[in-house]
């Protein structure tokens, strides 16, 4: 979500939710999303949650600096790419990041298992971005869903195997975007 409000210039102002400290538990969080998951997003009076819902929120409402495409072929290769990102690169990365920081521990084992299909999501990845510069043609919410933990794989100890020219060159370009300095991890 933040990629996308700076991608599209939108000003925003952050209100932290410590997760630690299970405030998305509280039921003044939980009046704003049932679910208790963060990020929510309120704008005037409209409030929504799901990163994803956000995202497409943000589109319909934001037009100014599209992130996926009007026709209905091109926005669905996004959806999925994102879908994808979320449940096979996103996840695992996430387990790596929370066992990282101490806020949940797992068993190496665990640990070996997330690291694999992070690097068998990339030999995907790898393989679509092949005489591409982005997943969709051009940056989109396609690469927003790997990007805030994608360049941070050496911090979660994932070596890229020799022949991820094409993911390399990707994370490369992914971190020159002003919209993913200082995002805060």
Known sequence: MRIALAEKKIS???I???????????????ALNPNGKVPV?????TLVYDSTIINEYLEERYPEVPLTYPDPSRRAKVRQWEDYGDNNFLLPAE????????????QPAELDEFR?????????????LAGKDYLVDRFSYADISF?????????????????FTNVRAWI????QRPSLQNLEH
């Open 116 to 128: 694999q299909r992070i690097l068998e999501s990339l030999a995907f990845v790898e393989e679509a």
């Open 12 to 14: 925003w102002e952050p």
């Open 147 to 163: 990007a805030p933990r994608v360049i941070l794989l050496d911090q979660l100890r994932i070596p890229l195997w020799h022949d």
């Open 172 to 175: 490369d370009r992914l971190k």
């Open 16 to 30: 932290l939710v410590n997760l630690r400290a299970r405030e998305q538990k509280r039921p003044e969080f939980l």
């Open 41 to 45: 997003l309120i704008d005037g009076e």
């Open 95 to 106: 387990r790596i990041f929370i066992h990282d920081k101490g806020w949940r521990q797992f």
